[in-house]
T-cell receptor, first 113, second 112 residues
């Protein structure tokens, strides 16, 4: 069974541009979570989608947004990129409830120059 | 602020020794989970302990939970070089909304 996949692996952008990150959950999982992990730091919760709806959102500005498609895959968009957006962005999926075990993808390394 | 705080921030031990990491949290939880992250990669789920459980084992891992002290510990016995990674606790609560919050992690180095 395929795990959570994320694309691209690496993304290099310049300040002010927009970035789009993609995530495909494990088959059968309806929930997708996005986290930001800046270098050497813990995970900061960004967004949680379940059944196509945004269920919860972390303490991030509105330029961080996303969506979940009917096939449960998800997209994270970051507009007006800033240097401090450089981080590893991790996607996870789970069966429904947020407090179930989460399965993580390998991450997308975003570098903003 | 972070719900889970791991302690120590970093730990270096010799292969074969035991490693203990602690996690403290602030509010009531539904469950607490431990994850491992190898350098710059995704996290791997290790173990989940529910709020009504006090201890759980999985292979060389032992997790305890003390809800009165709002703390948990992860013990890795007979450590191996391959255990070198960062370990995160994640607290899950559902007081009207569902959320999982990760701590800042403990970086473990096992020296061969």
């Amino acid at each position: 069974e395929a795990g959570v996949t994320q694309s691209p692996t690496h993304l290099i952008k310049t300040r002010g541009q927009q970035a789009t990150l993609r995530c495909s959950p494990i088959s059968g999982h309806t929930s997708v979570y996005w986290y930001q992990q800046a270098l050497g730091l813990g995970l900061q919760f960004l967004l949680w989608y379940d059944e196509g709806e945004e269920r919860n959102r972390g303490n991030f500005p509105p330029r961080f947004s996303g969506r979940q498609f009917p096939n449960y895959s998800s997209e994270l968009n970051v507009n007006a990129l800033e240097l401090e957006d450089s981080a590893l962005y991790l996607c996870a999926s789970s069966l429904g409830l947020a407090y179930n075990e989460q399965f993580f993808g390998p991450g997308t390394r975003l570098t903003v120059l | 602020s972070q719900q889970g705080e791991e302690d120590p921030q970093a730990l270096s031990i010799q292969e074969g020794e035991n490693a203990t990491m602690n996690c403290s949290y602030k509010t009531s939880i539904n469950n607490l989970q431990w994850y491992r992250q190898n350098s710059g990669r995704g996290l791997v789920h290790l173990i989940l302990i529910r709020s009504n459980e006090r201890e759980k084992h999985s292979g060389r891992l032992r997790v305890t939970l003390d809800t009165s002290k709002k703390s948990s510990s992860l013990l890795i016995t007979a450590s191996r070089a391959a255990d070198t990674a960062s370990y995160f606790c994640a607290t899950a609560f559902s007081g009207g909304y569902q959320k999982v919050t990760f701590g800042t992690g403990t970086k473990l180095q096992v020296i061969p």
